[in-house]
Structures are given as structure tokens and as C-alpha cells.
């Protein structure tokens, strides 16, 4: 993750804020994403003070400690500990390819599986980031170029997002809703789609120039 793939994170989810509160409005306390906005202006800020150089580790660890300083709600501590994570297993050489994505989102799920008690069919943001985690291992990734993995772990995060709609909440707020939080998506898979689709079109923008 570049600089540049970092901002377009941050556009992204100052762009959907409304969209994400909506979501939020009929299942918890309609402000993720008002929070997640908060987050990413923090993360920007994190990010001018770690400068231009700053490599892939510095980046998730500037980013995960402004997020778990300035979002409020579960997802904050979530989303920041998964990025800490994520910069535990990487270095400043590690080359952007699939087998270190899959360490990424590998930390990243383990580190929310641990801290959240959850698991997939829960109706959480691992409904999302199980599945791209899923689309980087090796046995998936065979064979194909790393544009048609993104293509394919995005595809399995839209999906993940969809499944949300299927399924009862057991975590968190919206758990005390039962049988009538199905039919929505859950806002914080929502928010984990906007971040990775908008470091997807990144890289595949900086794969065709």
C-alpha cells in the first residue's frame, strides 16, 4: 500500500459517509459512517506527519493507531487493531503481490476474529474480509494475473456483502434486532467493500500505467 492507494481510502470513505450512515440509521446508531470519516481524516493527518517516503509498515501503523484514537463505536478498535496487524507482517521491502495481501488480510482477520468474537455468518465486516482473504491464497491465485486476483477478491467482497442481507446480526448492536436485521447489509462490512474496492481500482489503475 502506497501513499497514493492509502488516500484513495481516505476519498473513498469521506465520499460514501452518508451512504454508510444510512446503512447504520436502520441497524445500530446510524453514525459509522460518520466515524469511519472521522477515521480517515485522522489517518490523512497521520499520514502527512509520516511523510512522503513512508513504506507499506509505516503506513498501516500510522493509519491503525489514528483510527483507533478518532473512531468511535466498535468498528474503531476493530479496524485499528487489524491494521497493526497487518503492519506486523510485513517490512519495508515487501513487494505488493498476492502472497502478501494474503498475509495482510490473514492478520487483519485473525486480529478481528480475536478481539470481536466473531466468525463468518455473523454479519460482520468479516463477511467481507474472509472472502478476500480467501481470493490471495496460493490455491486461488494459480494461474492468474495479479489484475484478474483483484477482480476475483473484489468480486468475492461484494458478494460477502450481499450475504449480509441474507443473515441475522449476532454481534453487536444490531444482534439485539434477531430475525429483523435481515434484509439489510451490515454497515461494517459495507465500509470494508468501500476500502478494499477503492484499493482495487488503484492498483489496477497503476497496473495499466
Avoid at 66 to 85: Q, S
Wanted: charge should be negative; charged fraction near 25%.
Amino acid at each position: 500500500m502506497t501513499r497514493a492507494a492509502a488516500e484513495a481510502v481516505i476519498k473513498a470513505l469521506l465520499s460514501e459517509k452518508d451512504y454508510l450512515n444510512g446503512l447504520d440509521e436502520k441497524l445500530g446508531d446510524g453514525d459509522h459512517g460518520s466515524n469511519m470519516a472521522s477515521g480517515a481524516l485522522a489517518a490523512k493527518e497521520a499520514l502527512d506527519e509520516a511523510g512522503d517516503e513512508a513504506d507499506l509498515k509505516k503506513i498501516l501503523q500510522a493509519a491503525g493507531d489514528a483510527v483507533i484514537m478518532n473512531v468511535g463505536g466498535t468498528a474503531g478498535p476493530l479496524y485499528g487493531a487489524a491494521f497493526l496487524a497487518a503492519a506486523e507482517v510485513v517490512n519495508k521491502n515487501s513487494a505488493l503481490d498476492a502472497a502478501t495481501l494474503e498475509k495482510i488480510f490473514g492478520a487483519a482477520v485473525e486480529e478481528i476474529q480475536k478481539r470481536g468474537n466473531a466468525q463468518l455468518g455473523d454479519k460482520t465486516m468479516l463477511d467481507v474480509l474472509i472472502p478476500i482473504r480467501e481470493a490471495f491464497n496460493a490455491e486461488n491465485c494459480a494461474g492468474k494475473s495479479f489484475e484478474e486476483i483483484l477482480t476475483a477478491a473484489r468480486d468475492a467482497a461484494r458478494d460477502g456483502l450481499e450475504f449480509t442481507k441474507t443473515i441475522a446480526a449476532k454481534k453487536g448492536r444490531a444482534a439485539s434486532l434477531g430475525e429483523k436485521s435481515i434484509g439489510f447489509e451490515d454497515p461494517g462490512a459495507a465500509s470494508a467493500l468501500i476500502i478494499f474496492r477503492a484499493l482495487c481500482g488503484y492498483w489496477k489503475d497503476s497496473l495499466r500505467n
